[in-house]
Nanobody, 123 residues
Framework: QVQLVESGGGLVQAGGSLRLSCTNS????????MGWFRQAAGKEREFVAA????????YHTNSVKGRFTISRDVANNTLYLQMNNLKPEDTAIYYC????????????????WGRGTQVTVSA
């Protein structure tokens, strides 16, 4: 069974940085793309960024462009999200997700999900 595990969340002041990581501790799968999503309390899940696993093409939602960077380490099978200049509105649970056939900002395109890591940004 595929088990995506996120790490690196925590409490940080506005303007600070965090780097999230996502690894697969279970059965391997042929990933076409990986993504980061987040869900703030009382809000819908929203797309943050995606990357094609082989080519490394990336896409970031407008609200994080210039502040967040998605990347991957193919050799170590690890997905990252570098988050700089964090704002209180970035507070959410962050989830990594894997898709075997699509590169998309639509959560329904993803086949596997982690349990999430909490990111809290204080003003």
């Amino acid at each position: 069974q595929v088990q995506l595990v996120e790490s690196g969340g925590g409490l940080v002041q506005a303007g600070g940085s965090l780097r999230l990581s996502c690894t697969n501790s279970g059965r391997t799968f042929n990933s076409y793309a990986m993504g980061w999503f987040r869900q703030a309390a009382g809000k819908e899940r929203e797309f943050v960024a995606a990357i094609t696993w082989s080519a490394g093409n990336t896409y970031h939602t407008n609200s994080v462009k210039g502040r967040f960077t998605i990347s991957r380490d193919v050799a170590n099978n690890t997905l990252y999200l570098q988050m700089n200049n964090l704002k209180p509105e970035d507070t959410a649970i962050y989830y990594c997700a894997g898709s075997v056939h699509k590169y998309s900002g639509d959560g329904d395109a993803y086949d596997y999900w982690g349990r999430g890591t909490q990111v809290t940004v204080s003003a």
